[in-house]
């Protein structure tokens, strides 16, 4: 059985043939699927797939860092309201984002911060989204860590000495994607000195699709091409990686 912890099943992209898509992930043996929210236009398509399937499709809540701009105060504000309902599994995804510039990082710094605490206080996982900033992220996660807070670095594609710090933070998984799957990211190697031990498999669909579907849109049934990937590079067998991550994920997800 595998699991694919971060997949946004409720896009657009799959509201064509959303059914045959969880299906094909069911078919692929991916029994669970947890869905990181993004911001407020996100909410309700993400909960109607949950309510559609909800002993497949897993809710999170959150506020993604690129949602984030000057006023954050009314988007944070829902987010603490539906956190308040109980029936999300994580908070997330939240993070810092510097890809496409550094205007708002104050900002982002604030609501990871707030986030990070309304996790411990409810005794949920963090889902976090690192991208161009990890020292960044990383400094609030070190200095809000206790022994509430667990969580997951979603889309890891850092260095070896970068998994060993997140590693280090007890509770911690590193999320493997397709990234995994393409020669030139080194994501392979890098794996093959770090291990399986601490990883869980995602999709990030419809994004960052595995070779040898790169480029086309992403989804949940290509968790095995990862998890095969994977397992070559770390030498264990798919089905050893399979039962690691599952065991991962469901501790990381746990009730």
């Given amino acids: 059985m595998y699991i694919d912890t971060h997949a946004h099943l409720y896009h657009k992209q799959f509201e064509h043939d959303r059914t045959e898509m969880v299906q094909r992930a069911l078919d692929a043996g991916v029994r669970k699927l947890f869905l990181p929210n993004i911001d407020m236009t996100s909410v309700e398509a993400m909960h109607e797939l949950c309510d559609k399937y909800p002993e497949i499709c897993f809710p999170m809540m ?9 006023d954050p105060e009314r988007d944070l504000a829902e987010v603490e309201r539906l956190l308040g309902t109980g029936r999300y599994w994580a908070v997330g995804e939240i993070g810092i984002d510097l890809h496409w510039d550094r205007t708002w990082l104050a900002q982002q710094q604030e609501v990871l911060r707030q986030q990070v605490r309304w996790a411990k206080e409810l005794s949920l996982p963090v889902v976090i989204h690192c991208r161009e900033s990890f020292d960044e992220t990383l400094a609030i996660i070190e200095e809000e860590k206790d022994e509430q807070l667990t969580g997951v670095f979603h889309c890891f594609t850092g260095t070896v000495e970068q998994a060993h710090r997140i590693i280090g933070l007890s ?3 590193l999320g493997v994607g397709g990234v995994i799957t393409y020669p030139k990211s080194g994501l392979a190697e890098t794996m093959a000195k770090v291990g399986a031990a601490h990883c869980v498999l995602e999709t990030d669909a419809p994004y960052l699709s595995p070779v040898p579907n790169r480029g086309k849109r ?12 994977l397992a070559n590079a770390v030498g264990l067998t798919v089905d050893e990686v399979a039962r690691i991550t599952t065991a991962n994920a469901e501790l990381l997800f746990a009730e």
């Fill in 62 to 70: 959150g506020l993604h860092p690129c949602s984030v701009g000057e």
């Fill in 171 to 173: 509770g911690f998984m």
């Fill in 218 to 229: 992403n989804e949940s049934s290509y968790i095995p091409a990862i998890a095969e990937t």
